[in-house]
């Protein structure tokens, strides 16, 4: 901000600086073009002139107009009083109550109810200074400009480029529109293209939205923002940072790059990746380069993931407003319960049903979990039960060469004080699971069967139909391995920095 206004104020000071130099070079005399009355002589003052009613002078292109002036002709001076009207052309003109020009210099001194016009902007103010040559104007003690739009800028002091149709606007700086308002250190503001620049701290206020940032600019014709540095977006429900903010307000598009910081507020959400894209209706999004999501928890156990691309659309049906959330290629999941993978998965807010797709992968405690197609069944922001649907297989380790397996065509898991109660086993049910005392090991089949779990093992099974099983010593079962058979122990997830892990 600092160095930002130090250049401003060096540009400010250079622009005055040769200007001067040019005005030494050609120091052009005032030339009175009409007056009612010319008053001179002893009375006046040597070299003095009083000009009354209807003057008009000219100087360096520019016109001015007053009531009553005195012309020092050897110091090509101008005091001017009442009614005091400066034009430049048909589009600049500036009024007040009192006026000194040096014709030398080129610089004018104007003060008291201060009117300065162009095409469709008006500034108020009761001290400025101008300059015919350069077209520069600045202001010093507040200043309050009007648009045509009905918007109005205020600040303490400030310069207006006239052969730019450009504001420079500094401390204290309040822009007031009927939707929306800005605070900010500096602003320009460019009065023919509407655009306006932020050069510091900047906050706008919209309804119940804030953009906040220390860089940007914004078209107040097009309705378009674009924050950087520090960029932030917040309403009631969500909060959006990244180091560029990018908002269509007519369209209800926002882009973010580098650095995303997404916040639901009420579903208790962050995301983060490097770049987002908003739309307001319907409400959806898109955040993908190191898209993460973290589910936060009451309790403090989030749930971290991570994927390509992380997307959300808001569906309105006719009894209610629910969102749909998708991720998809290479996702991973850690929280400290549980852990997954797959290549894709689909969350619906409606049933709160999680769909993983392509090679899904659950781990609980010491069980692995596989199917074609998983089924996460969330209540009350906890895993209720799950489901394994064709080629569902189950695997715990009992040793580094011994593992308890649990195959069938499809598995419901149930999920207790967040731990793994009860398996169904529904169509062509396998097991393979060592006793308690490791003195044997059974092999179990039936149509159907209900497993029941006790710290991630097998405590007991009940075979529905058609059972048929045996209870081998160890070293007598032949296949300890269950058709289809992974152990993929090594692609878990052991700490939430592993879900960037290329593996």
């Known amino acids: 901000m600092k160095k930002s206004l130090f250049r401003i104020l060096l540009l400010c000071l250079i622009s005055t600086t040769c200007g001067s130099s040019l005005y030494a070079q050609e120091r052009e005399q005032i030339f009175i073009k009409n007056s009612d009355v010319l008053l001179g002589g002893s009375k006046i003052g040597e070299g003095v002139r009083r000009f009354i009613g209807n003057v008009i002078f000219e100087h360096n292109n520019a016109t001015m107009y007053c009531d009553s002036a005195y012309l020092y002709s050897q110091q090509n001076l101008i005091h001017a009083f009442s009614r005091v009207h400066v034009s430049r052309g048909d589009t600049m003109h500036l009024y007040g109550d009192f006026m000194l020009y040096n014709g030398n210099t080129s610089r004018g001194n104007v003060r008291n109810n201060i009117r300065l016009?162009?095409?469709?902007?008006?500034?108020?103010?009761?001290?400025?200074?101008?300059?015919?040559?350069?077209?520069?104007?600045?202001?010093?003690?507040?200043?309050?400009?009007?648009?045509?739009?009905?918007?109005?800028?205020?600040?303490?002091?400030?310069?207006?480029?006239?052969?730019?149709?450009?504001?420079?606007?500094?401390?204290?700086?309040?822009?007031?529109?009927?939707?929306?308002?800005?605070?900010?250190?500096?602003?320009?503001?460019?009065?023919?293209?509407?655009m306006m620049y932020f050069i510091g701290p900047t906050n706008i206020y919209n309804d119940d939205n804030h953009l906040y940032a220390e860089r940007g600019w914004y078209n107040t014709n097009e309705k378009k923002y674009?924050?950087?540095?520090?960029?932030?977006?917040?309403?009631?429900?969500?909060?959006?940072?990244?180091?560029?903010l990018y908002y269509d307000q007519l369209n209800g598009i926002g882009i973010a790059n580098d650095n995303i910081e997404m916040i639901d507020t009420v579903e208790n959400l962050i995301l983060k990746g490097n770049y987002a894209y908003y739309t307001e209706e319907p409400e959806s999004f898109f955040i993908t380069d190191s898209a993460l999501l973290i589910q936060v928890s009451e309790n403090s156990d989030s749930l971290f993931l991570h994927a390509d691309t992380i997307s959300s659309v808001?569906?309105?049906?006719?009894?209610?407003?629910?969102?749909?959330?998708?991720?998809?290629?290479?996702?991973?999941?850690f929280r400290s319960d549980f852990q997954g993978r797959c290549d894709s998965m689909v969350y619906n807010t409606k049933d709160s049903v999680v769909t993983m797709f392509t090679e899904p992968i659950l781990w609980s405690e010491g069980s692995q979990m596989t199917a074609l197609k998983v089924e996460i069944y969330i209540k009350n922001e906890k895993i209720d039960r799950f489901k394994l649907i064709n080629t569902a297989f189950i695997v715990s380790q009992e040793d580094t060469s011994k593992y308890n397996q649990i195959k069938g065509k499809e598995m419901t898991g149930y999920i207790r004080n967040n731990e793994l109660k009860k398996i169904d086993v529904i169509g062509n049910g396998q097991t393979i699971y060592y006793t308690e005392d490791g003195s044997g090991v059974n092999a179990a089949e039936s149509s159907n069967l209900i497993i029941y779990m006790k710290k991630g093992q097998v405590s007991r099974i009940n075979m529905v139909n058609d059972p048929e099983g045996v209870l081998y010593p160890l070293d007598k079962l032949k296949e300890t391995k269950l058709k289809g058979f992974q152990w993929l122990e090594k692609l878990r997830p052991k700490k939430k920095e592993d879900i960037f892990n290329n593996n």
């Open 117 to 194: 016009e162009d095409e469709e902007t008006v500034l108020y103010t009761d001290s400025l200074d101008f300059n015919t040559f350069t077209n520069i104007v600045n202001y010093f003690d507040g200043g309050r400009i009007v648009n045509s739009d009905s918007s109005e800028l205020t600040s303490v002091r400030g310069y207006y480029y006239g052969n730019e149709d450009l504001f420079l606007c500094i401390d204290s700086v309040v822009v007031t529109a009927p939707d929306y308002t800005i605070y900010t250190d500096s602003l320009r503001y460019n009065t023919n293209t509407k």
């Open 226 to 244: 674009k924050f950087n540095q520090n960029a932030r977006y917040q309403n009631k429900e969500k909060i959006l940072i990244g180091d560029i």
């Open 314 to 333: 808001s569906i309105i049906d006719s009894t209610e407003t629910y969102r749909i959330l998708k991720a998809f290629h290479k996702v991973k999941m």
